[in-house]
T-cell receptor, first 113, second 110 residues
Framework: DTAVSQTPKYLVTQMGNDKSIKCEQN?????MYWYKQDSKKFLKIMFS???????INETVPNRFSPKSPDKAHLNLHINSLELGDSAVYFC????????????FGDGTRLSIL | RKEVEQDPGPFNVPEGATVAFNCTYS??????FFWYRQDCRKEPKLLMS???SGNEDGRFTAQLNRASQYISLLIRDSKLSDSATYLC???????????FGAGTRLFVKA
């Protein structure tokens, strides 16, 4: 059983388009995250939600809009995609109040043409 | 100064070697500490949590020195399968804000 699942695994699209990435966790965790890993492999937190409430928003452009319909799901919508958005986006989840180890999904590779 | 700093490596070691990685963090109020490993084109996976008392899991030993704001990972008897990038992770006080180091690459050769 996949604990944290993301879709799609690969996303290739044109500059200026709008796209969404979905994430679901079946671990019963309270906290979910979105990370961006760029071409230099640096992993940076973008957003954190706890029980559907936004906790962390790390100076991400407002073209990125997360949405958590329930605590098992955290989706990421990106408007007006730019070349610099090309990266791997990881979803993760953790129990409790955000100080426990996180379990990661296998990533969404976004390529902007 | 980066909030979490690691030597990027790469470390090239023969099988059976002992290798140590270090990590420093800048925020003295940091709360939780972990080592993750990431294989090429894969997601990060938890290797172990890090405690002030030090902790061991098989061939892996992690240590935290809060006074020096320093975390270490020791791998004994390296295996080919240990080849990966090792990420130092710090969570700030209050939880949620997770900082990843840039990672240290390890290559274990036969």
């Amino acid at each position: 059983d996949t604990a944290v699942s993301q879709t799609p695994k690969y996303l290739v699209t044109q500059m200026g388009n709008d796209k969404s990435i979905k994430c679901e966790q079946n671990l019963g965790h309270d906290t979910m995250y979105w990370y961006k890993q760029d071409s230099k492999k640096f992993l940076k937190i973008m957003f954190s939600y706890n029980n559907k409430e936004l906790i962390i928003n790390e100076t991400v452009p407002n073209r990125f809009s997360p949405k958590s319909p329930d605590k098992a799901h955290l989706n990421l919508h990106i408007n007006s995609l730019e070349l610099g958005d090309s990266a791997v986006y990881f979803c993760a989840s953790s129990p409790g109040q955000g100080n426990q180890p996180q379990h990661f999904g296998d990533g969404t590779r976004l390529s902007i043409l | 100064r980066k909030e979490v700093e690691q030597d990027p490596g790469p470390f090239n070691v023969p099988e059976g070697a002992t290798v140590a990685f270090n990590c420093t963090y800048s925020n003295s109020a940091s709360q939780s500490f972990f080592w993750y490993r990431q294989d090429c084109r894969k997601e990060p996976k938890l290797l172990m949590s890090v405690y002030s008392s030090g902790n061991e899991d098989g061939r892996f030993t992690a240590q935290l020195n809060r006074a020096s704001q320093y975390i270490s990972l020791l791998i004994r008897d390296s295996k080919l399968s240990d080849s990966a990038t090792y990420l130092c992770v710090v969570i700030k006080a209050g939880g949620f804000k997770t900082i990843f180091g840039a990672g240290t690459r390890l290559f274990v050769k036969a």
